[in-house]
């Protein structure tokens, strides 16, 4: 999986490529069955040449800032998102 990672990022670059779990049924059968598969796909995409930097938004850093714009004048504070209304 971590070739196609790169073969994305080739084409729209790192800052434009995330990646979800799906363990939560949307995709059957799920990328991943447990969370501890986590640490073993980060070193995998270290060893096709991503640095720790780029690792890191992969695997949660674009997710993050994406819902950081969806919620647009809103803001995280401790794990929760607030909008306010105009």
Same mark, same amino acid.
């Given at each position: 999986?971590?070739?196609? &990672?790169?073969? %994305?990022? $080739?084409?729209? !670059? &790192?800052?434009?490529?995330? %990646? !979800?779990?799906? %363990? *939560?049924? /949307?995709?059957?059968?799920?990328? #991943?069955?447990?969370?501890?598969?986590?640490?073993? /796909?980060?070193?995998? *995409? *270290? @060893?096709?040449? #991503?640095?720790? $930097?780029?690792? !890191?938004?992969?695997?949660?850093?674009?997710?993050? $800032?994406?819902?950081?714009?969806?919620?647009?004048?809103?803001? /995280?504070?401790?794990?929760? @998102?607030?909008?306010? *209304?105009?």
């Amino acid at each position: 999986m971590a070739e196609g &990672v790169k073969r %994305m990022a $080739e084409l729209v !670059g &790192v800052d434009h490529v995330g %990646m !979800g779990t799906d %363990m *939560l049924g /949307f995709i059957s059968p799920p990328v #991943f069955t447990h969370y501890g598969q986590l640490p073993d /796909f980060a070193n995998q *995409l *270290l @060893a096709v040449g #991503f640095s720790n $930097e780029e690792t !890191g938004k992969i695997l949660g850093g674009i997710t993050g $800032e994406c819902s950081k714009r969806a919620l647009g004048r809103g803001k /995280f504070e401790n794990g929760h @998102a607030t909008v306010r *209304l105009r």
